[in-house]
Nanobody
Framework: QVQLVESGGGLVQAGGSLRLSCAAS????????MGWFRQGPGKEREFVAA????????YYADSVKGRFTISRDNAKNTVYLQMNSLKPEDTAVYYC???????????????????WGQGTQVTGSS
């Protein structure tokens, strides 16, 4: 099993940047595909980005493609989400997630094997 803790959220003006971190505990971190989801106020949770266990494959939601970058450092048991050109519509609680594969993360909002972090608030002010 893996346990996840997000950090790095905050309030940034539109057009600004923010970097989220997700620290994982446990020795099996490198065996998991990792992803980021978000849930805005009054909205359903949505997929943002995913990365394979090796870091060799990534996938992004169309809404963030070209602006957000997911990466991982298995030696540090950490996955990152670099967010650039933030927009007010990016405002949400961002959740780190671990699952069996990048495909599972990208195609299923929830799954029986999903492990979630507690979430961190990101606000893009206008």
């Amino acid at each position: 099993q893996v346990q996840l803790v997000e950090s790095g959220g905050g309030l940034v003006q539109a057009g600004g940047s923010l970097r989220l971190s997700c620290a994982a505990s446990g020795r099996t971190f490198s065996s998991y595909a990792m992803g980021w989801f978000r849930q805005g106020p009054g909205k359903e949770r949505e997929f943002v980005a995913a990365i394979s266990w090796s870091g060799g494959s990534t996938y992004y939601a169309d809404s963030v493609k070209g602006r957000f970058t997911i990466s991982r450092d298995n030696a540090k048991n950490t996955v990152y989400l670099q967010m650039n050109s933030l927009k007010p519509e990016d405002t949400a609680v961002y959740y780190c997630a671990a699952d069996q594969s990048r495909i599972t993360l990208a195609t299923m909002i929830y799954s029986p094997s999903r492990v979630w972090g507690q979430g961190t608030q990101v606000t893009g002010s206008s």
